[in-house]
């Protein structure tokens, strides 16, 4: 239907994911937040869902969201141009995908998360259940970790010992769940941004596993370290390995993301990290 200052609400696919891959990149620009929105395998997952709706300005959409209503609470994902905010999109948008949801509850993903989007979920009563930082890291200037007394370093198997480091590192962690070790490992090895060059696992003297840490692309994926190990910089000399060897490889920049209560932000932040933007996820029950 035809809306107000020339809008034209419509439904979307896949034949519009070029346009809606500059709608991101604008969002993206301005709020920060995880620069793989921008790339179609997320950009589809996220907008091209069960049912969407978009306000399109000529050839451009200006602001738009994506429903998936294959779950409970139903999923959500959506945007506006930074040039049209201010005029009531971000709130006709949420009124759609909540008469979408019904009463089965609404869970909305933002990848590139602003004040003004977080002031209207709190408006409407949503729950923030997750808040992450998104940090980069350029690559021209590379930290100077010494390695711990006793420790080495190795690219890991993809097999048994990692996993249960995995298992180790974060089995004290609030909310942890611990998945599948074949689904977990087979996760790694079929991504075909897995850098195994890079996954590396750290031992301490008695050969024992003292941390790991996983590479997606130019994506530090997690980092862990077992607890009889931290506060001995075995997080920082893996990391600061990684950004070595992705500097090694040709990358300009290296990325991680990491939950905004998570105190191991400090140290990224200690090895060279900057803020990029946050992402987050909001729940209406």
Do not use: K
Not at 78 to 100: K, S, T
Not at 127 to 155: I, K, M, Q, S, Y
Request: aromatic share 8%; charged share 25%.
């Amino acid at each position: 239907m035809d809306g107000t200052d020339g809008l034209v609400w419509r439904e979307f696919g896949d034949e519009d994911l070029p346009a809606l891959t500059g709608l991101v990149q604008a969002c993206l620009a301005t709020d920060g937040g995880l620069p793989l929105f921008a790339r179609t395998p997320l950009l589809r997952a996220r907008l091209v869902q069960t049912r969407t709706h978009g306000a399109w300005c000529g050839d451009g959409p200006v602001a738009a969201v994506g429903v998936g209503t294959g779950r409970t609470p139903v999923t959500a994902t959506g945007l506006v141009h930074p040039a049209w905010r201010g005029r009531g999109l971000g709130g006709a948008l949420l009124d759609w995908a909540e008469r979408q949801a019904g009463d089965a509850g609404l869970l909305h993903t933002t990848e590139t998360w602003s004040i003004g989007a977080e002031e209207l979920f709190d408006a409407r009563g949503y729950t923030r259940t997750f808040l992450e930082w998104v940090l980069r890291h350029d690559l021209d200037a590379l930290p100077d970790v010494p390695a711990p007394d006793g420790v080495t370093v190795e690219r890991a198997a993809l097999g048994p010992e990692l996993f249960a480091t995995y298992r180790a590192s974060f089995a004290d962690r609030p909310g942890f769940v611990e998945p599948d070790a074949e689904e977990w490992l087979g996760d790694l090895r079929d991504d075909e941004d897995h850098r195994p060059e890079l996954t590396l696992i750290a031992r301490g003297s008695d050969g024992h596993a003292a941390g790991f840490v996983t590479v997606l692309d130019t994506w530090i994926d997690q980092v862990g370290v077992v607890p009889g190990w931290r506060g001995r910089r075995v997080g920082a000399y893996l990391v600061a390995r990684v950004l070595r060897g992705l500097a090694g490889a040709g990358a300009d920049a290296a990325w991680l993301c990491v939950n905004d209560d998570n105190p191991a932000a400090g140290l990224y932040r200690r090895l060279g990290f900057g803020d990029a933007g946050r992402r987050a996820r909001h729940l209406r029950r």
